[in-house]
């Protein structure tokens, strides 16, 4: 028992780290959602607030992975959680939304650096034996988040006010920063031999990516086609207030109802998957988390009431953890540590492209069409997505991309 302790003491240090900062992620969405409209007055200056992130990532993804890879990830990912603070501080004393807008692209870059540094720390600080078990607690303190954030943003705004609760949220990533400071370096950088960020260097960066796509096509496939698929969530998640109150006819009372509710199921498989994740193999995490998770947005898109709505959002609720730990785990099973900064960037740029195809295509369908039409066209065709990714996955002869005991598959890639 001790040493199983001692095992997951540096990860569970890092649980918490994450864990704080995706509460903080989930106050600041509350409160700068609330601070722009007060300013404002205009749904269209807060629907701008969730097409920043991807433009910025398309704007960055170019060079982060080739930044990171050959510096100390402990060290940014500590770095960005200290900018986040700082930015998120300097909200409030915004003299006008522009300024705003300007912090919240400085935001945008802090996180791209995240996601890659994150990842990468992740795979190199827990070993793959313990990452499906890791990556299920994760998507239950993610679930967690997705519930205490908004949460803990309303109780602080009544109870003081905006500004005061953007001032708090800092806190918590200079909590999570301190945390982290913690961990190990499980890394030896020899900053000698770290290249200069030239655009020679990122076109070198971009080939050697390219050559390793090209020689794993398999893994390339079905990460990309996971990503794929979930756009349609994405694309459905960007309409579902509209969906529910105007298409439906459900109140914001209900609407806030549900997301509670999506919440909890989202808890509540996290649990399940943290206890039994042993007893459940990665391949049954991809594939009936991807397929159960498009059975929920397809019951969502064919609702008609607040019970039928609430069945879909817990199933996919439910079921959406399980699909997010068996891809992170199949991800980090397979990507060199070496060039994950690089790969997980140059993916990131791809999805974020297909974010804003896919918003602005729903918004045109919603339009000529109707918003019913076009969500249940997008469920059904995530639905036969889902099927056919499956089919890939389940494969016999592909078995050996999902082992999960140790081996030395995780090597650095030369």
Known sequence: MNNK??????PS?????????????????????????QMTGSAAAVAGLWIVGPIVNILTKFWTGSFIDYRSKKAVIISTYLLRAGFIALIPLAPNVFVIYILLVF???????????????????????KRKRFNSIRSFTSSGAFILGPAI??????????????WINALFFVLAAVLFMKLPKV???????????????????????NNFIAQNKYITFV?????????????????????????????????????????????????????????????????????????????????????????????????????????????QNNIPVALMGRITSIFQLFQSVLQIVFLLAVGVFADFISLRM??????????????????????????????????????AYV
């Open 5 to 10: 302790l001692i095992e997951w003491k540096n």
């Open 13 to 37: 240090l890092l649980l918490l780290s994450l864990g704080i900062a995706g509460i903080g992620d989930f106050i600041y969405l509350v409160a700068i959602n609330i601070i722009v409209y």
């Open 107 to 129: 935001l945008s870059i802090a996180k791209s650096f995240f996601g890659p540094s994150s990842v990468t720390y992740i795979t190199m600080l827990v070993p793959k034996g």
């Open 153 to 166: 943003g309303g109780v602080l705004i009544l109870g003081s006010s905006i500004e005061a609760t953007l």
């Open 187 to 209: 890394e030896n950088i020899d900053r000698a031999s770290i290249p200069s960020l030239t655009v020679s260097q990122v076109i070198s960066d971009f080939k050697v990516v």
């Open 223 to 331: 990460y990309l086609a996971f990503m794929g698929v979930l756009n349609f969530s994405f694309a459905m998640d960007a309409q579902e207030v509209v969906f529910t109150q105007q298409v439906i006819g459900l109140s914001e009372l209900d609407y806030s109802l549900l997301i509670s509710l999506t919440g909890i199921g989202s808890v509540s498989g996290g649990i399940l998957l943290s206890i039994f994740s042993s007893n459940i193999s990665l391949k049954s995490m991809m594939v009936y988390g991807l397929l159960m998770t498009a059975v929920g947005y397809v019951i969502y898109a064919f609702s008609w009431s607040f019970i039928s709505v609430m069945a879909g959002f817990l199933i996919l609720g439910f079921f959406i953890v399980f699909m997010n730990a068996g891809l992170a785990t199949f991800y």
């Open 374 to 411: 076009t969500i249940v066209a997008l469920a059904l065709v995530m639905l036969a997505g889902a099927i056919v990714l499956a089919f890939f996955v389940i494969k016999p002869e592909k078995a050996k991309y999902f082992e999960e005991e140790e081996d030395a598959a995780n090597e």
